[in-house]
């Protein structure tokens, strides 16, 4: 089993920035790939970032390529999603998931774990 946690949501004036984090415990977590997801009011869950064991492969949506970063330290088993010049249509719950392919994927099929998720809301 694995324990996936989300952190660092919050409430933010648009144009600024927030960094999520997700803490993960149980089963090994280095040789796996990581994602990002959220969720906003009334709409499916999307895609936003992938990032593979290494941290050399990462993948992103058009919506948030450019502003968007993801990183992970497996040392401390936490994958990382840095957010800048955040616009309101980024207000949703975001989610962390694991999945033990190699391969990236923005299919949220593809993922074994999820975390609870983090609120972002970003103000006009």
């Known amino acids: 089993q694995v324990q996936l946690v989300e952190s660092g949501g919050g409430l933010v004036q648009a144009g600024g920035s927030l960094r999520l984090s997700c803490a993960a415990s149980g089963r090994t977590f280095r040789y796996t790939t990581m994602g990002w997801f959220r969720q906003a009011p009334g709409k499916e869950r999307e895609f936003v970032a992938a990032i593979n064991w290494s941290g050399r492969s990462t993948y992103y949506a058009d919506s948030v390529k450019g502003r968007f970063t993801i990183s992970r330290d497996n040392a401390k088993n936490t994958v990382y999603l840095q957010m800048n010049s955040l616009k309101p249509e980024d207000t949703a719950v975001y989610y962390c998931?694991?999945?033990?392919?190699?391969?990236?994927?923005?299919?949220?099929?593809?993922?074994?774990?999820w975390g609870q998720g983090t609120q972002v809301t970003v103000s006009s």
């Open positions: 998931a694991l999945d033990y392919s190699t391969q990236l994927s923005t299919s949220s099929g593809n993922y074994d774990y």
